[in-house]
């Protein structure tokens, strides 16, 4: 993991800043479409809590192989239908063997997703405390 790291930390970087921008966005968005006051920046902060843990967690099942059987299936299904040319896997555990081999080579992106998602259980924490001391 350590040397993964080291190996994709400018991918790590530079996806979580865009996980921290689209969750900075979420609150904005919801923050000047409501009424402007503090309990909206806390309830913005909740929204992009929970989008961000929710795609993080459907970027790590979908990493884990769950959705390889439709993708393995769509690919026989178009290749049958639209192609001239035989498709290169002939049964699903070679495919999903490959696609292994593949996400084992490239970073680990659901991390950035849950650790901004993470900041923003922290925002959100602090802004309640805030709240609540108001």
Same mark, same amino acid.
């Given at each position: 993991?350590?040397? %993964?790291?080291? =190996?994709?930390?400018?991918?790590?970087?530079?996806?979580?800043?865009?996980?921290?921008?689209? +969750?900075?966005? #979420?609150?904005?968005?919801?923050?000047?479409?409501?009424?402007? @006051?503090?309990?909206?920046? @806390?309830? +913005?902060?909740?929204?992009?809590?929970?989008?961000?843990? $929710?795609?993080?967690?459907?970027? !790590?099942?979908?990493?884990?192989?769950?959705?390889? *059987? !439709?993708?393995? +299936?769509? =690919?026989?299904?178009?290749?049958?239908?639209?192609?001239?040319? @035989? %498709?290169?896997?002939?049964?699903?555990?070679?495919?999903?063997? %490959? =696609?292994? *081999?593949?996400?084992?080579?490239?970073?680990?992106?659901?991390?950035?997703?849950?650790?901004? $998602?993470? *900041?923003?259980? #922290? #925002?959100?924490? *602090?802004?309640? #405390? @805030?709240?609540?001391?108001?």
């Amino acid at each position: 993991m350590e040397s %993964n790291f080291k =190996k994709f930390f400018k991918a790590y970087l530079i996806s979580f800043l865009i996980f921290m921008a689209i +969750g900075g966005l #979420i609150v904005l968005i919801y923050y000047f479409t409501h009424e402007k @006051v503090f309990v909206d920046l @806390v309830d +913005g902060a909740t929204l992009s809590m929970i989008v961000l843990l $929710g795609l993080g967690g459907l970027m !790590f099942v979908s990493r884990e192989g769950f959705f390889d *059987v !439709f993708s393995y +299936g769509f =690919k026989q299904l178009g290749s049958a239908m639209f192609s001239k040319k @035989v %498709n290169e896997y002939n049964d699903f555990p070679g495919y999903k063997e %490959n =696609k292994r *081999v593949k996400r084992e080579a490239s970073p680990r992106l659901f991390l950035s997703a849950l650790v901004s $998602g993470a *900041v923003f259980i #922290i #925002i959100m924490i *602090v802004l309640r #405390i @805030v709240l609540i001391t108001m």
